[in-house]
């Protein structure tokens, strides 16, 4: 009984867990980088959910529920324009360069937005009023806050339309195109530069939707960054680069590791465990359990 | 820095820069002896109080990156989790001396060991791991590491350990300077020997240098443990000095991008590098800690982001590439390209580092 509440806690999360990965592996596979400022994206774009909630005077009650789903847009166009911004500006300098320095980059702009976000609200959870975080769905005795599902749903729908958009727009498959073969892409007329922004544009908004989301049912606060970053490495590196049913997969398991160690052992080993779990995991199969291997996917 | 340079005897053409940096290369010890000396003077010419702080904050952090370096510059294997060992160091002092009631000196002393212990333990598991998936991995081991101790009875948990009688300001600067020093000479000496050109040599092509016949587990391994140790030491020697250790400020993840950082800017791979860096960064921070309080963070990111796109060779490797450069142009091709081979270890090793670069991203197991 407990087990089962645990893994659908889980299961609820982890989407959101997914949504964030899926954007990570696109910058991954698509730019050839790992981008270490992945969850402060996130965190921006639960500040943006949460700021204009704030502002429309909606914290707590049910119609706040509305108000805070029509800023999911607004985070997902402002992280957009961030993330087009980021590759423009900075990362399109390391691409080539070594990895190392690509993530020491990342990682320098993950402090910079860290700390501006500590001086501008504050080192202060906030979370976009509880008043919608029950009434609950009773399904056989598991409990289902109708707010975490709306987060699962509006997460795997974005997760969808993300995989819908690479695979049937034109611009998806010019995304797809420079993942493979970034020479080749140039050599048919593929603007490579702009194409790798639009990419980092979208992982970035991803980001931050599923930021808005994680505002809605958890809280958000400058330095939850991190975390997210590396669950979404965990997840990638379990589900394979380049595959995101496998990141979905990935993200729903890790959320019920995750939820099934806070139940039994204690929420402050959740870290511990699922870091343990991904270092013999990177040792016994580097090659993530889904897709094909992350080898081939740093071309 | 291993270079035995040609340029002294290339005659009166070679360029000053050039001839600087191999007179300095050449004297490194005398250098490093001279630096020693003057740096013990220091505390009896009336260094004292804030200033003293300084100095020491800055043996801290050269010690940091010089170990950092050892693995992360001289190996080619970035960790983000060097902190784990450099807490592992301070936990170590603060229970002997706090719980078990040893002495300063015995402490500090053991608490190096006990961070090669661990760091051997990690290491057989994370050095099988290359490029991005080692410096995530230990990012992991750093995070887990601060997690475990938070969680656990004997470190005093979230709240962590204070200390008291502690020794005089002036016996730490005395510490911190010798571990410094020690670090320094071992750093000087192993990059002179076969052991720091297979270190190189990892960086540059581990598969051929496996290929070749060199065990590179076990050299990487050494390595690995060889920089434990010094952050260990400086760990434990912190944790005294700071008469507080807990989880947030031991396993300090700020730290950790600060001395990477250090390394870069003064230039990695080399041995002179990381300690400039190391210097230069703390006392920098220092001052933008003191003009605008809450803000260095903010600066450090910055620099970060500047460094690598401006300076990605570090001061002194872009020195090292400019009178290199300019000694091409003097002396003509031929005498240049013997300059180059005879470098050795790491300038040319820079050249080749470009053409490896992506052999870095390769996230493949290395076999060993």
């Known amino acids: 009984m407990a087990v089962t509440q645990f893994v659908v806690n889980g299961l609820l999360v982890g989407a959101l867990f997914a949504a964030v990965a899926v954007g990570f592996a696109l910058i991954w596979g698509v730019v050839g980088i790992i981008n270490l400022a992945h969850g402060e994206l996130l965190m921006l774009g639960g500040y943006v959910t949460y700021w204009l909630v704030a502002f429309a005077g909606g914290s707590g009650g049910e119609g706040s529920v509305w108000i805070a789903l029509a800023t999911v847009p607004v985070a997902l166009a402002a992280l957009y324009v961030v993330g087009y911004l980021l590759q423009r500006l900075v990362v399109t300098h390391v691409t080539d360069a070594d990895l190392f320095l690509t993530l020491l980059v990342t990682f320098g702009v993950s402090i910079v937005l860290q700390q501006l976000a500590i001086q501008a609200w504050s080192a202060t959870p906030r979370s976009v009023g509880a008043g919608f975080a029950d009434p609950s769905v009773v399904l056989a005795g598991v409990f289902i806050p109708k707010i975490k599902l709306i987060a699962f749903v509006g997460a795997i729908a974005l997760t969808l339309l993300l995989w819908g958009y690479l695979k049937t727009t034109r611009r998806g498959r010019a995304i797809r195109a420079v993942a493979q073969n970034p020479e080749a892409a140039r050599l048919v007329g593929i603007d490579v530069a702009h194409t790798r922004a639009v990419t980092f544009g979208l992982s970035a908004a991803i980001a931050g939707g599923a930021g808005s989301f994680v505002a809605m049912i958890l809280s958000v606060q400058p330095q939850m960054g991190l975390a997210y970053t590396l669950k979404s490495f965990v997840i990638v590196v379990f589900g394979g680069l380049g595959s995101i049913p496998g990141a979905l997969v990935g993200g729903l398991l890790l959320g019920s590791v995750e939820e099934l160690t806070a139940g039994f052992v204690g929420s402050q080993w959740t870290l511990a465990v699922s870091f343990s779990l991904l270092v013999v995991l990177l040792l016994v199969k580097p090659s993530g359990l889904f897709g094909r291997s992350v080898e081939e996917g740093e071309g | ?368």
């Open chain 2, 1 to 368: 820095m291993s270079r035995e340079s040609a340029s002294a005897d290339a005659g009166p053409e070679t360029t000053s820069l050039s001839r600087l940096l191999a007179a300095l290369s050449d004297r490194a010890w005398l250098l490093l002896g001279i630096l020693v000396a003057v740096g013990a003077l220091l505390p009896t010419l009336g260094l004292s109080g804030f200033y003293l702080t300084v100095v020491v904050q800055m043996y801290i952090f050269a010690v940091l990156a010089l170990s950092w370096d050892l693995v992360g510059g001289q190996t080619g294997y970035p960790s983000f989790g060097n902190m784990a060992f450099f807490g592992f160091g301070a936990y170590t002092t603060a229970i002997l001396l706090k719980d078990w009631g040893v002495e300063f000196f015995p402490a500090v002393l053991v608490a190096g060991p006990i961070a090669v212990g661990f760091a051997l333990v990690i290491g057989l598991a994370v050095l099988r791991l290359r490029g991005g998936y080692f410096a995530i991995a230990t990012l992991g081991v750093l995070l887990v590491s601060i997690q475990v101790t938070r969680n656990v009875e004997f470190t005093g948990g979230a709240s962590g350990k204070i200390l008291f009688d502690i020794p005089p300001e002036n016996t730490f600067y005395y510490v911190f300077l010798a571990i410094l020093a020690v670090e320094t000479a071992v750093a000087l000496y192993l990059t002179r020997t076969r052991f720091g050109y297979v270190l190189n040599a990892i960086r540059d092509d581990e598969g051929r240098a496996t290929a070749m016949g060199i065990n590179t587990t076990y050299y990487k391994t050494a390595a690995w443990m060889l920089s434990a140790l010094f952050t260990g030491w400086v760990g434990g020697a912190w944790g005294a000095f700071n008469t507080f250790v807990d989880p947030q400020t031991a396993y300090n993840l700020g730290w950790n991008v600060e001395l990477i950082t250090m390394a870069l800017i003064g230039g990695a791979g080399t041995v002179a590098g990381p300690i400039l860096g190391a210097f230069g960064l703390t006392l920098a921070i220092f001052v933008v800690d003191t003009v605008f309080p809450g803000w260095q963070l903010v600066a450090l990111g910055l620099v970060i982001v500047a460094t690598v796109l401006l300076l990605p060779d570090g001061i002194v490797g872009t020195l090292e590439e400019r009178a290199t450069a300019m000694e091409y142009y003097e002396m003509g091709g031929e005498a240049a390209a013997e300059t180059t081979s005879e470098m050795g270890g790491e300038a040319a090793a820079e050249e080749t580092a470009d053409a490896t670069d992506h052999d870095m991203g390769d996230p493949e197991v290395s076999d060993s």
